[in-house]
């Protein structure tokens, strides 16, 4: 093994732990120094590493801001028309107050395929402060199923933006992305959900904190089925250009047909048709203004903006290890060892997740340093769970360095004790049970 690129990459990534950690430099920053110190201790010319921050940014934006930027904006307008409230009372009422955590469950991993973790969080607590104070049990029986499910489908479903970023960049196919992130969510879900909310809320009892009142919303929510199409639309369009694509959709319609029905099935076109049906349906048709909704949607990219610019960062830090052949360096090495790539990733997403907290720069961060490790003959299905043991491995352990965590601990009303011992725990849970799956599943693909 090169002892110079071995020296480079270890150097690029103590690097940007070090700006992270200690400096409190912005992620998108620290990658792009981090790419710049592996290029030059690499023996790259100065020029050549400039094209290659062009380069990586450039090839992983075309396709990173377009599907992140129209996914923040659906978001936007589903949770402005209250369609998050409409799912957790539907499921609510078919379950009739039994199996009420597994009902939460399932609202949280509906909601938060086009709704960002955190705001779906907190447009649903008031629900469960109501259910904690008719039931008088546990907080977390009813808080530890809803965040189960927002966790997995933010982390492992597309279009929320990680996996949409971590398969950009190992260019993995997106509608196989989503089929094994929902394989992979619902024994996760279940585990770490409501089984283990039933386990830690007989340990530790909390009630629902002082100074929030249940939510009076008066609105008329609009229709659960309107809201599952909505979401349903990209979902089942994007699956759908997967299998056009695949041996499966071969010699059974015409070729110009078949162009045209890949193109509505893209991401691109997917998403564009899902915010259009959005804007009508639970926009104009229910009232609002053509500029409230302008305003909404022009908020949502705020957020958006920055996990582009990440993910473009994190791409930059792939094209270096490419361009310097550190990529082939370490896949011989790792094929020479016998380690799976697949345990490789997970690891380097978790460490940097616990190293330095945010899930997103730990996903984008091993995404871009396993790319390079992946042989030409690596199928769709191999990267579609190479994508998903990431998401895992950046769920994992969420403690005082996680904006989660403090999230979590401030609207349970939870010390941090209390805390690690149910939401880290949770995370950790998630984690493991993901990656297990993952590797149970890549023994038939």
């Keep these: 093994m090169d002892s110079t690129l071995l020296l480079a990459i270890g150097a690029g990534i103590a690097l940007l732990l070090l700006l992270i950690l200690k400096f409190r430099i912005q992620a998108f920053i620290a990658l792009l120094m981090a790419s710049i110190l592996v290029g030059i201790l690499a023996g790259m010319q100065p020029l050549n590493i400039i094209d290659t921050i062009k380069i990586g940014m450039g090839n992983t934006l075309g396709f990173v801001a377009v599907v992140v930027g129209l996914g923040a904006m659906f978001g936007a307008i589903l949770e402005h028309s209250g369609g998050a409230e409409a799912v957790a009372g539907f499921l609510l009422n078919k379950t009739k107050n039994k199996n009420t955590?597994?009902?939460?469950?399932?609202?949280?991993?509906?909601?938060?395929?086009?709704?960002?973790?955190?705001?779906?969080?907190?447009?649903?607590?008031?629900?469960?402060?109501?259910?904690?104070?008719?039931?008088?049990?546990?907080l977390l029986l009813y808080g530890i199923p809803l965040l189960a499910g927002l966790a997995i489908t933010h982390a492992f479903i597309p279009p929320t933006p990680g996996p949409v970023a971590v398969a950009d960049i190992l260019n993995a196919d997106l509608g196989w992305v989503i089929v094994f992130g929902f394989i992979v969510g619902i024994p996760?879900?279940?585990?770490?959900?409501?089984?283990?909310?039933?386990?830690?809320?007989?340990?530790?009892?909390?009630?629902a904190p002082e100074g929030f009142e249940d939510a009076a919303d008066q609105r008329q929510l609009p229709s659960v089925g309107v809201i599952f199409s909505i979401i349903g639309l990209p979902i089942i369009l994007i699956v759908c250009?997967?299998?056009?694509?695949?041996?499966?959709?071969?010699?059974?319609?015409?070729?110009?047909?078949?162009?045209?029905?890949?193109?509505?099935?893209?991401?691109?076109?997917?998403?564009?048709l899902a915010n259009l049906l959005a804007w009508y349906v639970l926009g104009v048709r229910r009232g609002t203004s053509r500029k409230a909704l302008q305003n909404i949607t022009a908020k949502s990219l705020a957020p958006a903006g920055v996990i582009i610019l990440l993910t473009g960062?994190?791409?930059?830090?792939?094209?270096?290890?490419?361009?310097?052949?550190?990529?082939?360096?370490?896949?011989?090495y790792f094929s020479e060892m016998g380690l799976s790539t697949l345990v490789f990733a997970f690891v380097v997403a978790a460490l940097v997740r616990i190293l330095q907290g945010?899930?997103?720069?730990?996903?984008?961060t091993a995404a871009g340093v396993t790319a390079p490790l992946l042989l030409t003959e690596t199928g769709a299905m191999d990267k579609a769970l190479l994508v998903i043991a990431i998401a895992a491995g950046a769920s994992i352990l969420s403690h005082v360095n996680d904006s989660g965590f403090w999230l979590?601990?401030?609207?349970?009303?939870?010390?941090?004790?209390?805390?690690?011992?149910?939401?880290?725990?949770?995370?950790?849970?998630l984690a493991l049970t993901g990656f297990s799956t993952v590797l149970l599943l890549s023994l038939f693909v």
Excluded: C
């Design 188 to 207: 996760t879900a279940i585990v770490s959900g409501p089984l283990f909310g039933k386990y830690i809320a007989k340990r530790i009892h909390i009630e």
């Design 313 to 332: 960062a994190g791409g930059v830090f792939k094209e270096t290890l490419i361009a310097t052949g550190a990529g082939d360096m370490l896949a011989t």
């Design 408 to 429: 979590v601990s401030k609207y349970l009303g939870m010390n941090e004790e209390q805390t690690f011992r149910s939401w880290t725990v949770m995370t950790t849970l």
């Design 358 to 364: 945010s899930a997103t720069v730990a996903m984008i």
């Design 241 to 272: 250009n997967t299998v056009l694509n695949s041996p499966l959709g071969d010699n059974w319609l015409p070729e110009s047909i078949k162009n045209w029905l890949q193109m509505v099935g893209h991401p691109f076109v997917a998403l564009i």
């Design 101 to 138: 955590a597994w009902a939460l469950m399932l609202t949280g991993f509906f909601v938060a395929i086009p709704v960002f973790f955190d705001v779906a969080f907190i447009i649903l607590v008031p629900l469960i402060y109501s259910l904690q104070r008719k039931s008088k049990k546990s």
